[in-house]
């Protein structure tokens, strides 16, 4: 504060500033063998997207060869991006996926 008081002060309803957290993008990559329907089921499930949205997202992804699931605080990206390698692995697709910065 102004005059050397303690850190430990509270503050006024208008110095209390709502801050965002940083936000991280959650890509998924292209490759020639996870097949399109396991690609849209798991964009469904893990990124809360109904089936038409899903299948825009897979389809921008296998022609562009990565593609934005969406946006995240860095919790929650990580958590995304672990859920769907785990689930690729688990079934055996070379699906990947990958998160950075915004
Ligand atoms: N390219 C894959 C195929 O032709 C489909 C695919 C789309 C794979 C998106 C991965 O992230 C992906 N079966």
Do not use: W
């Not at 097949?35 to 893990?46: A, G, H, N, Q, S």
């Not at 995240?72 to 769907?84: D, F, G, H, L, S």
Request: neutral net charge; proline residues 7%.
């Amino acid at each position: 504060s102004r005059h050397n008081a303690p850190d430990t002060e509270l503050l006024t309803r208008s110095q209390q500033k709502v801050t965002e957290p940083p936000l991280y993008r959650v890509l998924l990559l292209n490759d020639d063998f996870t097949p399109m329907e396991f690609v849209v089921e798991l964009i469904m499930r893990v990124f809360r997207k109904n089936e038409e949205e899903a299948t825009r997202i897979m389809l921008n992804v296998h022609t562009q060869g990565q593609g934005l699931c969406g946006v995240y605080p860095r919790e929650i990206a990580e958590t995304k991006m672990t859920q769907v390698n785990q689930h690729a692995r688990n079934s055996g697709h070379p699906l990947k996926c990958r998160i950075e910065p915004n």
